[in-house]
């Protein structure tokens, strides 16, 4: 599992957590934590443990809170041990205390414990949503995979009158616990609130069909529903009977109603809790139709017999509260003799950037070298301006000697344990370019670091770094980093910043604008251009690293003055071979032009690293991007990079994002960087539409090994930031609109902006060249429509690529059939439709129009399969249904209009159609 650090920065208030800041220039096998989401939540003996709830900085202090966390989680426990049919509930919660408050003798020091991996955070909200208090889980993963978070606000959970409006407090919480533990989806309706179903009918979205209610107009306040095509207009809802008796499924579909208290199941001789596979929700889409009961059953938590129901003498957690500690960072030079040169140089000048640009005041920091053996260099030092001069004077000149992981390992440990000091958090990232030669060994010290709870943070410095260290980051839930050391990446000052960013309060925080690496022949220049947003431009500087050899830097700002070597924001810092425009004050809004020229005659490789801060005026746009895995077994294992845009809680859409994946070298030696474009459509990878998060899959591999992003971000004319959406939550949970509703006014365009995010490294293993690894993947926006008094239908799809959501496939086969469990089990005895078109690349939009041969009162159902060059298929896409009822004159066969139809519903009112009767939806 992953500790994801997507929307870390656009969700997190101020932070702090112990670092080893380990950087190794230089097999094994590792336990691998047993992490959930964020944090590393387990369940034994039916009992969840090491959940974290974290209190934002941003939360004023006050003592009842902390008592209605308590109340409000052990009702949740106990209606959870109820719901999962007596096999889980919560037996220990941590609670972080934010390091503002006051400190009281029963919190206790944390150790491993911070914001970022967090399972529960306790934080405000936007107020431009229609629900400012409404509970939600960042998710982006597929079905069955965790989410990031839940985030809760003081308000809902101090002000019962604000929690009734969403539900009882324990049905709630579970109902955002099965979000994020178990991977399942709402059921609720989003946009899709009715389906054509069999016999003619049409039901409203909801689980179990077996839950009653009739349809109202919340426009006219009662049930006289208008029709458009065929369709309840978007103001016509289903209303449930909120009066109904027994029990029924499914908390997923409303945690609101009283008689609602279980998991919808596939148990048909529980027809209350009955899973109705044919609604078009989430679940159905995402989990292609099966219900949450069968996705908790495959769930590593209940999975192979584990956690079988039992009765327990107790279901009240235990409650342990710490406090922050301040931030720590040991850092761990390696020396070694493989690090001369090049490596060195910008080792140094990326060190220079983290201590002297990246580390906030207050941090602690020391700092270790190490070779054949290890010295420590500095003990913990409290970061101000006085200080930082003390550590950038004992970054290492030289390299030499063997290379002792485990000795630069035990001395980062023996910093953090100076002075009796615990060392439970330290994150260790371990930088290397070569394998290890000289005992002690990193095996030797893996059990203590794991038993000391550090963390470890790795940079691979070239792929000769020792393959064991990424087993360790995964033992001890860190974050992996790859600087290839070729031409055109910066990857080493982006993984340093990413680092530094980790545990900083986005007041604090620094804002990467710009990331790359360029080669500047002698005698040539180099012309780049900055924009610097409404949104940021506190502390900016502009960092340039170079060789020995001196180059000529003009920067122009977006009024017109030129920043050059004999003004005051410009230095020099010839130690390092770094020169840095330092713009005082708030930077001015526009483009900031850059020209370098190297007068030598000798060509350079020159970095450029643009860093900014917000300003008082707004929250800033921040970009995060992750990987959904951090080790990649191929062909099997599919790997995923997710991209967060966002301002503040709200999603930024239509941006441009690229990634610039970094690969091993192939057969013939060699690799390019390849370039990828994130989408968020709601197809392939990505989860759903405009919700910020952008996703794609990484199908292209070169070899075994590392694999390294950068993603850039920049806006499009029609980009715009959402302000009444919550970034990575999607469908009605959002903001709490009316189907139907829109949010123009909430809707700003964005102006031009700039971004760069390291999701870091991850590892392929088992790579075999020239197969066909990955089929097309499975369309699930499958869509019908119809003309009014034609009996032709169009359907409608993004299209998907050869490779999951990469390429063009070869063509298309659609399936069609009057039953939808045919369909739905067994697609292919269907009647077959071959799709005469010619497939689009991956992305654009597709579609198709036949000519149906039977009318009258019928429902048909469609799915859809892409074949690619290779005669690989992808896995059958939703199902979309429609439904044709045609009324005619018995004598002359014209259409009558309008008619009556009876909605499927109990309770329900006739509602007024015209001729022709059309439902299509999506599951």
């Not at 308590?70 to 390091?99: G, H, M, N, W």
């Not at 009765?311 to 509260?321: H, N, Q």
């Not at 390092?576 to 330092?582: D, H, N, P």
């Not at 995060?624 to 599919?638: G, L, M, S, Y």
Request: net charge negative; aromatic share 8%; glycine share 8%.
């Amino acid at each position: 599992m992953v500790r994801p650090s997507v929307l870390k920065t656009a969700f997190l208030g101020k932070g702090a957590m112990v670092a080893i800041f380990l950087v190794v220039i230089s097999s094994g096998n590792w336990p691998v934590a047993n992490a959930c989401g964020r944090g590393s939540i387990y369940l034994e003996n039916n009992g969840y443990r090491q959940i974290l709830i974290a209190i934002s900085d941003n939360v004023p202090e006050d003592a009842a809170l902390l008592d209605r966390i308590k109340d409000v989680f052990t009702r949740a426990s106990a209606f959870l041990y109820e719901i999962t049919k007596k096999r889980a509930f919560f037996e220990e919660i941590v609670v972080l205390i934010p390091k503002s408050w006051s400190n009281k003798p029963d919190y206790v020091p944390a150790t491993n414990q911070t914001t970022e991996v967090s399972n529960i955070v306790v934080d405000r909200m936007n107020p431009d949503l229609e629900q400012p208090h409404k509970p939600f889980v960042i998710r982006s993963g597929q079905c069955g995979q965790p989410g990031w978070y839940m985030q809760l606000t003081p308000e809902y959970l101090t002000d019962t009158t604000i929690a009734e409006q969403h539900g009882s407090y324990e049905k709630v919480i579970a109902h955002e616990w099965a979000h994020l533990r178990y991977g399942v989806f709402g059921e609720y309706p989003d946009d899709h609130a009715f389906y054509a179903a069999e016999n003619a009918e049409i039901e409203a979205t909801r689980c179990s069909k077996a839950l009653r209610g009739q349809l109202i107009d919340y426009v006219k306040g009662n049930g006289d529903c208008d029709f458009e095509n065929g369709l309840p207009t978007a103001s016509c809802q289903f209303k449930d009977d909120q009066e109904a008796s027994g029990k029924y499924g499914s908390l997923m579909y409303s945690h609101k109603l009283d008689h609602v208290v279980w998991f919808c199941d596939n148990d048909t001789n529980s027809p209350n809790t009955l899973h109705n596979r044919q609604a078009p929700n989430a679940q159905n889409r995402n989990c292609d139709g099966k219900s949450v009961w069968e996705i908790l059953r495959s769930h590593q938590d209940f999975a192979g017999g584990a956690n079988l129901p039992r009765d327990v003498p107790s279901t009240v957690p235990t409650f342990r509260f710490v406090k922050y500690r301040s931030k720590r960072t040991v850092i761990v030079l390696d020396i070694s003799g493989s690090m001369v040169g090049n490596k060195l140089q910008k080792l140094r000048q990326a060190v220079t950037i983290y201590i002297q640009n990246v580390a906030v005041d207050g941090d602690m920091i020391g700092m270790v070298w190490f070779s054949t053996s290890a010295s420590i260099k500095s003990y913990l030092t409290e970061v101000k301006n006085s200080t930082r001069q003390q550590l950038l004077n004992v970054i290492p000149k030289e390299a030499r000697g063997g290379t002792s992981i485990g000795a630069g390992l035990q001395k980062g440990i023996e910093v953090l344990s100076s002075g009796g000091e615990d060392p439970a958090g330290g994150v260790i990232l371990l930088v290397t370019d070569g394998k290890e030669n000289t005992a002690p060994y990193l095996t030797d010290v893996k059990d203590q670091i794991i038993s000391k709870h550090i963390v470890v943070d790795t940079v691979a410095v070239t792929e000769d770094a020792d393959q064991q260290i990424e087993e360790l980051v995964e033992a001890t839930q860190g974050f992996s980093y790859f600087f290839s050391d070729k031409r055109g990446s910066n990857a080493l000052n982006e993984a340093l910043v990413s680092i530094g960013q980790r545990g900083a309060g986005i007041e604090q925080r620094p804002i990467q604008l710009s990331s790359q690496s360029v080669v500047i022949k002698g005698n040539h220049s180099y012309e780049d251009k900055v924009i610097i947003d409404s949104t940021i431009g506190r502390n900016t500087e502009f960092l340039i690293g170079h060789s020995s050899h001196d180059i000529i830097i003009e920067m122009t700002t977006p009024s017109g003055r030129r920043i050059s070597r004999n003004d005051s924001e410009y230095i020099t810092d010839a130690v390092f071979s770094l020169t840095r425009i330092k713009i005082p004050g708030v930077a001015e809004k526009g483009q900031w032009k850059l020209s370098i020229k190297n007068p030598s005659s000798i060509e350079q490789s020159v970095t450029i690293t643009v860093i900014s801060g917000k300003t008082d005026q707004s929250d800033p746009i921040v970009t995060t991007a992750t990987w959904a895995k951090k080790i990649v077994q191929f062909p099997d294992e599919r790997q995923i990079l997710y991209v967060s845009v966002s301002q503040g809680l709200a999603p930024v859409l239509q941006a441009n994002v690229t990634a610039i994946l970094e690969r091993p070298d192939d057969a013939n030696g060699t690799a390019p960087s390849l370039q990828l474009t994130l989408r968020d459509n709601g197809a392939g990878a990505d989860l759903a539409n405009d919700d910020g998060i952008y996703a794609i899959y990484v199908t292209k591999y070169t070899d075994n090994g590392r694999y390294d992003v950068k993603v850039k971000v920049t806006a499009t004319p029609v980009s715009v930031v959402v302000k009444n959406k919550i970034v990575g939550v999607s469908g009605s949970g959002a903001a709490g609109r009316k189907r139907g509703q829109r949010d123009t006014g909430f809707r700003q365009n964005i102006e031009e902006f700039q971004r760069v995010a390291s999701a870091g490294s991850f590892k392929l293993h088992n790579f075999i060249e020239g197969i066909d690894a990955f089929p097309p993947g499975k369309v699930t926006d499958l869509r019908v429509s119809v003309d009014d008094g034609t009996e032709e239908v169009t359907l409608s799809w993004t299209a998907t690529g050869a490779d999951l959501d990469q390429g063009t496939v070869s063509s298309y086969v659609l399936w069609k059939s009057k039953d939808f469990n045919t369909v739905f089990s067994s697609h292919r005895k269907a009647v077959r439709v071959d799709v005469n078109i010619k497939p689009q690349t991956a992305g654009k939009q597709e579609t198709y129009t036949i000519r149906l041969e039977e009318t009258g009162s019928v429902t048909y159902y469609f799915a859809l399969e892409a074949v690619d060059d290779g005669g690989n298929v992808s896995p059958r896409s939703n199902i979309a249904s429609v439904l044709l009822h045609v009324l005619k004159h018995e004598n002359d066969g014209e259409s009558l209009s309008p008619s009556k139809h009876t909605l499927n519903l109990p309770s329900m009112v006739g509602c007024v159609v015209g001729s022709l009767v059309l439902m299509y939806r999506s599951r």
